[in-house]
């Protein structure tokens, strides 16, 4: 897999803003539905030059709603996949803005 079609963003919520002040070293991302521990964290230390220590995966399912009298369908949320980071005590912190093309 390319590397860098993995990482899709940072999860900006309150709940990853908490879990990042109270750790210091826990990120969660938002990766291609595709992506395994392995390829998030190859494509971690290759592109941030960091030292990856534990990943867990969420999946997130889709939430749609029914409506009328037909039984159609809206979705109202696609289904995505995010990993939680934690990085090893030594490593710098993960910055996305410093991406590193190599």
């Known amino acids: 897999m390319d590397f860098?079609?993995?990482i899709l963003g940072p999860v900006v919520t309150e709940k990853a803003e908490r879990?990042?002040?109270a750790d210091r070293h826990a990120y969660t991302l938002w990766v291609d539905k595709s992506a395994?521990?392995?390829?998030v964290k190859s494509a971690l230390e290759h592109f941030y030059d960091i030292d990856v220590a534990s990943?867990?995966?969420?999946?997130?399912?889709?939430?749609?709603?029914?409506?009328g009298t037909d039984a159609q369908t809206m979705v109202k949320r696609?289904?995505?996949?995010?990993?939680?980071?934690?990085?090893?005590p030594k490593s710098k912190?993960?910055?996305l803005a410093s991406f590193k093309h190599a």
């Open 55 to 67: 990943i867990r995966v969420m999946r997130t399912l889709s939430k749609s709603r029914s409506f």
């Open 4 to 6: 860098a079609r993995i």
């Open 36 to 39: 395994t521990k392995i390829d």
């Open 19 to 21: 879990q990042k002040a």
């Open 78 to 88: 696609a289904a995505m996949k995010k990993m939680i980071v934690t990085l090893k």
């Open 93 to 95: 912190s993960l910055d």
